[in-house]
């Protein structure tokens, strides 16, 4: 329940759970609802359409991009035709509500609600199927998993506390022999929470991602068999002057490098075979992208530094 004033959100929110006992979250960030969607199973949001930071509808249309199965309702008390006609043809809204009308809210919820439950049912199973094995459950495959979407959200993305400081210059110049090895990894960001989520024990890990890497290069034509682990050496001679404010003397030069990965959004369905009912898991993944950033810091002798990014490296 999105409202940019948190109070009126709550109040909706407390008049959804009690008439319809379903568990409802009221927020007015949207950053934290974005994260909401991506860490709680959300089947419907109600969003506030004019709201400071972003519209209720330019903020739907990040939340599809996290979990396109979320069905969305229109709360307004000045929307346009025009505003009103984009929600329900272009993004689908499943209805619009003025806040006059607001009794009505627990009847559009059950509605946009069951139209969540029957597209998740009648999903397409033309998907990569990820079959987990499940050693809580009597030793049966009683789980299946499937990846229902695959969205890459970032070519070059480099984890912070991933840079490592390759040499450190404090002399006029230095040659020294570089090596740069590339594996190809997949990193999921749910790793903690996976023995929870996916109720299984981290031995499935290994398959798990080997079945996500699969699924997402083949949907990106990235190659998976073939340079999967590669290494370069050569030798790289570093000058201190270089590249530094001509006003200012360097007193050391600190040469840093990091892994490169791709992000990628999936949403994943996971269902049980014995009772039917699903759930829909958004995971982030990172893919090795086989390349590394590099940067310079340089140090001066008036106490200031200036750091250049000095591009990527790759085999």
Same mark, same amino acid.
């Given at each position: 329940?999105?409202?940019?004033?948190?109070?009126?959100?709550?109040?909706? #929110? *407390?008049?959804?759970? #009690?008439?319809?006992?379903?568990?409802?979250?009221? /927020?007015?960030?949207? =950053? /934290? $609802?974005?994260?909401?969607?991506?860490? @709680?199973?959300?089947?419907?949001?109600?969003? &506030?359409?004019?709201?400071?930071?972003?519209?209720?509808? =330019?903020?739907?249309?990040?939340?599809?991009? %996290?979990?396109?199965?979320?069905?969305?309702?229109?709360?307004?008390?000045?929307?346009?035709?025009?505003?009103?006609? /984009?929600?329900?043809?272009?993004?689908?809204?499943?209805?619009?509500?003025?806040?006059?009308?607001? &009794?009505?809210?627990?009847?559009? $919820?059950?509605? #946009?609600?069951?139209?969540?439950?029957?597209?998740?049912?009648?999903?397409?199973?033309?998907?990569?199927?990820?079959? !987990?094995?499940?050693?809580?459950?009597?030793?049966?495959?009683?789980?299946?998993?499937?990846?229902?979407?695959?969205?890459?959200?970032?070519?070059?993305?480099?984890?912070?506390?991933?840079?490592?400081?390759?040499? !450190?210059?404090?002399?006029?110049?230095? +040659?020294?022999? *570089?090596?740069?090895?590339?594996?190809? @990894? %997949?990193?999921?960001?749910?790793?903690?929470?996976?023995?929870?989520?996916?109720?299984?024990?981290?031995? %499935?890990?290994?398959?798990?991602?080997?079945?996500?890497?699969?699924?997402?290069?083949?949907?990106?034509?990235?190659?998976?068999?073939?340079?999967?682990?590669?290494?370069?050496? *050569?030798?790289?001679?570093?000058?201190?002057?270089?590249?530094? +404010?001509?006003?200012?003397?360097?007193?050391?030069? !600190?040469? *840093?490098? #990091?892994?490169?990965?791709?992000?990628?959004?999936?949403?994943?369905?996971?269902?049980?075979?014995?009772?039917?009912?699903?759930?829909?898991?958004? !995971?982030? $993944?990172?893919?090795?992208?086989?390349?590394?950033?590099?940067?310079?810091?340089?140090?001066?002798?008036?106490?200031?530094?200036?750091?250049? &990014?000095?591009?990527?490296?790759?085999?």
């Amino acid at each position: 329940m999105v409202d940019d004033n948190l109070e009126a959100a709550k109040s909706f #929110a *407390e008049l959804i759970e #009690a008439s319809l006992q379903i568990h409802t979250l009221p /927020e007015s960030d949207p =950053e /934290e $609802v974005l994260d909401m969607v991506r860490n @709680e199973n959300i089947k419907v949001v109600v969003l &506030d359409q004019r709201m400071p930071k972003i519209s209720g509808t =330019e903020l739907y249309k990040k939340i599809t991009y %996290i979990n396109p199965f979320v069905k969305a309702i229109m709360l307004t008390g000045e929307a346009d035709r025009k505003e009103v006609a /984009e929600a329900i043809n272009t993004l689908k809204y499943v209805g619009f509500l003025e806040k006059s009308e607001i &009794d009505s809210l627990q009847s559009k $919820v059950i509605i #946009a609600y069951a139209k969540y439950e029957e597209e998740v049912f009648r999903d397409s199973m033309q998907k990569k199927h990820l079959w !987990v094995f499940n050693p809580f459950k009597n030793r049966f495959f009683t789980i299946r998993y499937d990846i229902c979407s695959i969205k890459q959200v970032n070519k070059h993305y480099i984890f912070p506390d991933r840079w490592q400081t390759r040499l !450190v210059l404090d002399c006029e110049e230095k +040659e020294e022999e *570089e090596t740069i090895e590339f594996e190809n @990894e %997949i990193i999921i960001s749910s790793d903690i929470e996976l023995k929870d989520t996916f109720s299984s024990t981290y031995d %499935i890990l290994p398959s798990f991602k080997t079945s996500i890497d699969t699924a997402i290069s083949q949907k990106y034509g990235l190659k998976t068999k073939v340079n999967r682990k590669k290494k370069r050496v *050569e030798k790289k001679k570093y000058v201190l002057q270089d590249n530094t +404010e001509s006003d200012k003397t360097p007193e050391k030069k !600190v040469y *840093e490098h #990091a892994p490169v990965y791709m992000e990628f959004q999936l949403l994943v369905k996971k269902t049980c075979r014995i009772c039917g009912q699903c759930e829909m898991i958004p !995971v982030t $993944v990172y893919k090795s992208a086989m390349k590394e950033a590099t940067r310079v810091t340089i140090y001066y002798n008036d106490s200031t530094s200036n750091t250049i &990014d000095t591009g990527d490296v790759s085999v």
